[in-house]
């Protein structure tokens, strides 16, 4: 499966690594910090690659969303259609020090996260998930993510 991993930080880096350790096609994107990505591509091994954020988007069925909360209205506008792909969000509405309520969306809608995703993409398929996962367990090798039990 193509998966663009929009926001290539702890999670979407970690995330993507994981997918693209088992062999699906990941394509890393959204960062300040092109030469980040490409490290991150390299790592991730030879399935992995790296394109601008629509690109990356346009070549995949599923995008992984895995940028601040703050970001989410900016990106949700320059990312194109989604129609039709499954999109997954780990956004948090929490600050990062876990404190307040949902925040920082612009629209001020009293929705989840993951609701005010699939208003932005109304024919995309949303789910919310790894939401209270940490970044830590995603990339620890002792985790339990991805073995059979
Ligand atoms: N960390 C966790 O354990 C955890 C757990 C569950 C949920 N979450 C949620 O997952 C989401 C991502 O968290 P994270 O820890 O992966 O964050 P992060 O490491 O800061 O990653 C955010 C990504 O967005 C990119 N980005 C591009 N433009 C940006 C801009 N103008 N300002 C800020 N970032 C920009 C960053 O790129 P560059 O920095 O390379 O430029 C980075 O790749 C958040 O909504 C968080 O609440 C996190």
Redesign the pocket.
């Known amino acids: 499966m193509k998966i663009a991993i929009v926001?290539?930080?702890?999670?979407?880096?970690?995330l993507g690594k994981l997918w693209a350790k088992a062999g699906h096609e990941v394509v890393f994107s959204?960062?300040?910090?092109p030469d980040?990505?490409q490290q991150l591509a390299v790592a991730a091994g030879n399935q992995a690659t790296v394109d601008n954020m629509k690109e990356a988007i346009e070549k995949s069925q599923v995008v992984m969303l895995?940028?601040?909360?703050?970001?989410l209205e900016e990106v949700m506008s320059a990312v194109g259609s989604l129609d039709g792909k499954i999109v997954i969000t780990?956004?948090?509405g929490?600050q990062?020090d876990f404190t307040g309520q949902t925040i920082g969306l612009a629209t001020n809608l009293k929705v989840s996260?993951a609701e005010r995703v699939q208003q932005l993409a109304p024919n995309a398929a949303v789910v919310e998930a790894?939401?209270?996962?940490?970044?830590?367990?995603?990339a620890s090798e002792s985790r339990g993510l991805g073995r059979s039990p």
């Open positions: 926001g290539s930080g702890n999670m979407g880096g970690g959204y960062s300040r910090n980040k990505l895995a940028i601040g909360v703050s970001a780990c956004i948090s929490l990062p996260v790894f939401n209270i996962t940490f970044a830590d367990i995603i």
